[in-house]
Every structure is written in C-alpha cells, then in structure tokens.
C-alpha cells in the first residue's frame, strides 16, 4: 500500500495542490482580519467575539477545503477511472480495491494535513496579533481554543466525507463539475448540521459518527464497483 | 503451463453489450513465439476480443487462456507477463518518456530493470527531460510500443500500433517486432489496417468478420494458395469469394 501511494505521488502534481492550501490559507488570514475589523467599525455584535470568528472562519476554511479536495479527487480518482486512462490503469497487476484505497488514502491524508495547518495558521496568527494589538474587544483563552480544536476535528470530518461522497456522484456522471457543485451543496448542508449541533455534544458525537459511517461506506461501496468495473 | 504449445486461447467467446451481441463464437489460437495478424474490417470486434485478452472486458460467455492461464480468475499474474497498447495510448504528460516507464516498472514490480535501453530500441533515447505532452503523435506511438515491451512480457496485445508512425518509422517496427519474437522469445498478437504492414511479419492470419473469426491460416499456406498474397485472402474471407483483390 505504501508502494501504490508513493507511485500515486509521482503520478500527480501535488505541488500545486500544496500552492492552493497555501493560497486558501492566506486568504484565510486576510478573512479573518477583514471581518473583524468590519464588524467593529459597522458595530456588527455577531462578529465581536471570538468564538463566533473563529468558527465562521473555520466553517469558510471547510468549504474551501472542500471544493479543493474534490478537485485532487477528481484528478487523482475519477478522472483516472474514465475513458482511455482506465486502459492504462487496469493494465497494471495490482489489486483494483488496493489501487483505489491507495489513491483515496493520498487524498484523504493530504486534505485532511491541508486543512489542519490551513485552519489553525491564520487562527493562531490572529490570536498572537491580538494579544498584542487586538482589533476585537473580547478575551482570548485556552478554553476557547480547546473547544475550537475539537471544533476543526469534526470539520475535517465533514470536509472528508463531504469530498468522498462528492467524488462518488461525480464518478457515476465521471463529471469534475458534478464533483464541486454536490460538495459545495453538501458543504450547505453539513455545515449548517454541524453548526446546529454544536453546544450540545452527544449531538456532535453521533453526527461525527454518522458522517464516519457514511464515508467508510462509500470508500467500500466503491472498491467492490472498481473491482468488477470494465472499460467503455 | 501451456496447453499445446498455445501462448493465447481463446474458445467460444461471447460479450454483449446491452443486450447486443458484439463478439459471437469467437476462438483464437496463437502458438508460443509467432506473430498473429489480426484482421478484419472497422468494428468486427478486433479491439473487444483484445480487451478480453487483457482483462480490460469480462467475456459473457467462453474461455480466454492466456499464458495458459485463466484471464478472468489470474488476471494479475497474466497481466504481469504480458504488454499491451489499445487503442489511443494515455501517458502521464508531465513526466519525460524514461519517468513514464520507470513509473510502469515499478506498477509492473520491475524497478531493476533500465528503461534506457527499450528508449533506445524505439528511437525515443535523445528526448532527456522532455515532458510527454510535448511529443508528436508519432513519439507518442514509439513510446506506447516502449511501454508495452519494457518490462520483458512474454506476449505482446498490439491494437493498431503503427498508427501515426512514418513510413520510417514503420519498417523500424517492423525489425523490432521481429526481433523480439526471434531475439527475445516472445509472441505477438497483432491487428492492423495496412494488410501489406502484416504480411510481413506475421505467421498466422485470424480474420474477424462481425465478432467471429471465421478463419486462421498460416502465412505460408496463404502464400502458396493465393498469387497476391493476403490481401487477396482477405478480400476473398470478407467478400465470401465473391471477389478477389
């Protein structure tokens, strides 16, 4: 499995996907800045807290993570199962299921390391900025960025599953376009169930256990699919 | 283990495709170290019956043996042993021609093995660092030849490979096909369009005439029966006998 992840690597340009995290998470930072600093002067009270800028910063980074792990899915997965590059991936001796996994893992990985660093960075640059000279007439504290972390752990749930399940509507279509439009409508959806849940825990659990659920699903709905799965 | 020497055999196959019979009662026969020309005009199925060879389609009916094994239950092992070009080769465009096969080395469990060598034999040596997408569809031909014969198959599927070759280019295949059943003990299964271009390399005809070969012939017998040579045999399977070429 290494070795097929390893090959997978070599095959696509994950430069430039690493150049679009980069970019997502700079524009983060300056989105973060941005309604801050409006919601002080417009005296908007939604956004003069932390948490509430904080989780709707996060919620912005899980769409744009989002539509950027549909696209790598898109080159790395359903584009490789459509048309002629299928001929040359099914010539291959390697087991169809492992072959998928290995490709799903690399995304999945990437995304999730992606989202990570994308979403903590512009946080923490905020808060250290703020600590210093704060935009923002609240207080900062390590509960709130303990409940932030758990926050971003079941966004970085939803945004891999919200991308898996995408992938799988665009690989019935073998659709790149299918894929964004059903994980940015999925993002609408996920986003708003996550937010709903979100003071109360149970809730929070059996959803990240739901959407776990769903995502283990799909990945395995979808070997047995490659494993018999023939050219056009 | 071979069954009588045949390197593929195939009997009794059917694929359907909605419901649609493509590929009727077909049977192949290609004994070890010979080069089968496959014939047959625009959508007789040639490109089906390779796809089943190779495991790319899985027959609705018949068996298909190839290196004596089952394509169906070992395709793995099957597909590590032989190489194969259908239809437009896709490459991985960023990559230059020597990464593209190193890459195929490795999916084919070969990493020791030198691609330069193959690159070489296909005239595709002096292109370095040059990026695929860069190369001309003739380049692209040579390169998809080199794909299929670099990590040493015992046979070789071949749809159409001298598709977008020169003149040049054609005869250099020509002398490569044969050296790698004459040098490099392997087999060939080959279709083209250009009955002359097989006439001179294969041993053995099979003609496909709507999903069935209706029948396979050695090139000397075809030879010493018909003054014109193949092509006459072909006009005369596919016209019934009605006319000669």
């Known amino acids: 499995m290494h070795k097929l992840i390893r090959l997978e690597l070599q095959r696509h340009r994950m430069h430039t996907y690493v150049k679009a995290s980069i970019l997502i998470s700079l524009g983060l930072v300056v989105f973060i800045y941005f309604i801050s600093y409006v919601a002080q002067v417009e005296k908007e009270p939604d956004f003069q807290t932390y948490p509430n800028i904080f989780l ?22 359903i584009e490789e199962y459509a048309g002629n590059r ?34 903590i960075v512009p946080l923490l640059i905020f808060s250290v900025t703020e600590s210093f ?32 399940i995408a992938m799988r509507i665009g690989f019935v279509r073998k659709s790149t376009p299918a894929a964004i439009v059903s994980s940015f409508l999925l993002c609408a959806i996920v986003g708003n169930a996550v937010i709903g849940s979100l003071q109360n825990s149970l809730l929070l659990l059996v959803l990240t256990v739901i959407l776990i659920v769903a995502g283990t699903s799909v990945v395995i709905e979808l070997m047995q699919r490659v494993h018999t799965m023939e050219t056009d | 283990m071979l069954s009588n020497g045949m390197i593929v055999e195939a009997k009794g196959l059917v694929k359907t495709f909605a419901g649609r019979e493509v590929i009727r009662n077909c ?10 020309g496959f014939l047959g005009p625009n959508g007789a199925g040639k490109t089906t019956v390779m796809k089943m060879l190779t495991g790319l389609l899985k027959p609705t009916a018949g068996t298909a043996k190839v290196l004596g094994m089952d394509i169906l239950t070992q395709r793995d092992q099957v597909l590590s042993r032989i190489g194969s070009l259908i239809e437009v080769p896709v490459f991985f465009e960023h990559l230059s021609a020597q990464k593209n096969l190193d890459l195929h080395l490795a999916y084919m469990n070969m990493e020791e093995r030198d691609a330069s060598q193959v690159l070489e034999m296909v005239g595709l040596s002096h292109t370095g660092q040059q990026p695929v997408s860069t190369f001309s569809l003739g380049m692209r031909q040579r390169l998809a030849i080199a794909r299929a014969i670099v990590h040493k198959p015992q ?3 071949l749809d159409e490979p001298i598709n977008g070759l020169d003149p040049l280019a054609i005869r250099e295949m020509r ?10 003990g392997m087999s060939i299964l080959i279709s083209s369009h250009i009955i002359s271009e097989l006439e001179y390399i294969a041993d053995i005809i099979g003609i496909i005439l709507n999903g069935t070969v209706v029948c396979e012939e050695t090139m000397t017998d075809i030879q010493a029966q018909f003054e014109n040579g193949l092509e006459e045999y072909f006009f005369k399977v596919t016209n019934g006998g009605t006319e000669s070429a």
């Open chain 2, 155 to 157: 046979l070789l599927i």
């Open chain 2, 175 to 184: 002398v490569l096909f044969k050296s790698l059943v004459n040098d490099h």
């Open chain 1, 133 to 164: 000279v704060p935009i923002v007439n609240d207080r900062l504290s390590l509960d709130l960025f303990i409940s932030m972390l758990s926050t971003i752990f079941v966004l970085i749930v939803s945004a891999n599953v919200i991308s898996l």
């Open chain 1, 56 to 77: 709707f910063t996060s919620i912005i980074s899980m769409i744009c993570f989002c539509i950027l792990s549909s696209v790598i899915y898109s080159r790395v997965v």
């Open chain 1, 86 to 119: 299928l001929l040359l991936l099914f010539t291959y001796p390697v087991n169809r299921k492992k072959m998928l996994l290995a490709k799903i893992i690399l995304v999945s990985v990437f995304s999730m390391v992606a989202m990570i660093l994308g979403s």
């Open chain 2, 27 to 36: 049977s192949i026969h290609l004994p070890q170290g010979k080069i089968y």
